[in-house]
C-alpha cells in the first residue's frame, strides 16, 4: 500500500512539475517574441510667442480650464477688448503638460515655492515679474489700458 502511495504522490509530482514548467516556457514564448520599435513623434519647432492680437507678447497669462478666478480674468479681457491692447499670450495649464512645466519654471524665476502655484497666474515677461490672482491681473490690465 505505501509503494502504491508512494508512486501516486511521484506521479502528482511529476504532473506539478511539468505544468509548472510548461506555464514557464509559455510566457517566455510571449516575451521573446520581437517588439515593433517605439517610434516617437517628430518633434515640431515652437513657435515665437504670440498674441491673439498683432501685438508682440508683453505678457503670458496662465489659466485652467475650470478655474473659477480664471473666468473672471477671461470675462473682464472680454468686455474690455483686452488681447487687442495688450499682448498677452494664453496657456492652459490644467490640460497641457508643458505650459504647466513652463508655469513652474516662470514661479521660479520670481522666486515662489513651486508646491502649490495657483492660477490666474500672469507673467510678464519684460521685467520678469509674476502676477497671481484675479484681482491683481485685473488691477494691472486696468492700469495698462489707460496709459
Do not use: R
Not at 57 to 69: A, D, E, M, R, W
Not at 81 to 95: M, P
Not at 96 to 125: H, M, R, Y
Request: hydrophobic letters at 35%.
Amino acid at each position: 500500500m505505501e509503494n502504491n502511495n508512494s508512486n501516486k504522490m511521484l506521479v502528482y509530482i511529476a504532473f506539478v512539475l511539468v505544468a509548472v514548467f510548461g506555464v514557464i516556457y509559455f510566457f517566455m514564448q510571449n516575451n521573446l517574441k520581437p517588439q515593433p520599435p517605439v517610434q516617437n513623434p517628430p518633434q515640431q519647432e515652437q513657435p515665437a510667442p504670440t498674441s491673439t492680437s498683432n501685438l508682440p507678447v508683453k505678457y503670458i497669462l496662465y489659466y485652467g480650464s475650470t478655474c473659477s478666478h480664471c473666468k473672471v480674468v477671461e470675462e473682464y479681457m472680454q468686455k474690455n477688448d483686452t488681447q487687442s491692447k495688450i499682448g498677452i499670450q494664453l496657456k492652459e495649464v490644467f490640460n497641457n503638460q508643458q505650459n504647466s512645466n513652463e508655469l513652474v519654471a516662470k514661479a521660479k524665476i520670481c522666486g515662489l515655492a513651486t508646491d502649490g502655484i495657483g492660477v490666474p497666474f500672469l507673467f510678464d515677461l519684460e521685467n520678469s515679474k509674476c502676477i497671481i490672482g484675479d484681482q491683481p491681473i485685473i488691477d494691472l490690465f486696468e492700469s495698462l489700458i489707460k496709459k
